[in-house]
């Protein structure tokens, strides 16, 4: 959770407003990264968003959530879905040398409604495929297991279409020259709008993968991009 003080009206002093945040930044990062929306008239990000170097922002200390590793049994493949800013955690994961050591194969899909939104995401991974440091930490050569595949659903770019469509016509599997999800081989992550994740979840029921918890790894896990 972030956020800021806000005025109470009623009691006449300052109190907490605070939003649930997914950390973008890898776990060893010194430095906290966030990815926001701006939402028009949002209580916090119409507020955020002109926070500027020597501001203060709340941070409560507590982390939680299901987008983590050991809530998955070994696999081959991993797969992150994201939406939006969905995007969030799977720029730590990313950056995270478990990814790598974990998998031979890390696909990232990312889906938005206009290229622009796509640009944080492009942006941190074309780091990554230059980052020295992160080269030391988890070795040489790792970015060559990393597969971006960006879409748009309304501005034209080069791959339109949600990834879901995409998937269930077989064009993802075809353009990264892998087999459909299953099982044995493939462990997979989602953060997006809700009816995203229902959609996709349903899914990857049908290739046969379950969803996992930390108490019981298994093939999947969720995670809300923002509540609806
Ligand atoms: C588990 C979780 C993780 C989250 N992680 C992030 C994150 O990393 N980055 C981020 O920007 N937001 C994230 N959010 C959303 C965030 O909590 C706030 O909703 C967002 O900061 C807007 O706050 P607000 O007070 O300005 O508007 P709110 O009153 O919170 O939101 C107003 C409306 O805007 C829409 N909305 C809110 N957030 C988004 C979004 N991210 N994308 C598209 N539409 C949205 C929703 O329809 C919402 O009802 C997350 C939410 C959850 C539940």
């Known amino acids: 959770m972030i956020g800021l003080m806000q005025h109470d009206e009623k009691t006449g002093r300052e109190k907490p ?4 945040y997914s950390i973008a930044s890898p776990s060893w990062d010194e430095e906290l990264e966030f990815y926001s929306i701006k ?3 949002g209580p916090l990000t119409s507020r955020l968003q002109h926070i500027g170097p020597g501001d203060q922002i709340i941070l409560r200390p507590k982390p939680v959530g299901t987008l983590v590793h050991d809530a998955l049994l070994p696999g081959k493949r991993i797969w992150f879905f994201a939406t939006g800013t969905g995007f969030a955690p799977f720029a730590s994961l ?3 040398p478990q990814t790598y050591e974990d998998y031979d194969e890390v696909i990232i899909t990312h889906t938005c409604r206009e290229v622009g939104e796509l640009a944080y995401g492009r942006e941190v991974i074309e780091n990554i495929r230059k980052d020295e440091l992160l080269e030391e930490l ?3 050569g790792f970015h060559e297991k990393l597969r971006y595949y960006p879409t748009t659903t309304r501005e034209q ?4 279409g949600r990834i879901t469509d995409l998937m269930r016509d077989g064009t993802v599997f075809a353009d990264l020259g892998v087999e459909p999800l299953c099982a044995e081989t493939d462990r997979a992550m989602i953060c997006g ?3 995203f994740n229902l959609e996709l979840k349903a899914m990857l029921e049908e290739y046969g993968l ?3 918890a930390n108490s019981n790894p298994r093939h999947y896990v969720v995670e809300k991009a923002f509540l609806d």
């Open 17 to 20: 407003l605070l939003r649930a």
């Open 39 to 41: 939402v028009p008239d």
């Open 94 to 96: 990313l950056r995270d």
């Open 138 to 140: 988890i070795g040489e």
């Open 157 to 160: 770019s080069p791959k339109m």
């Open 193 to 195: 709008n809700l009816a």
């Open 210 to 212: 379950e969803e996992g």
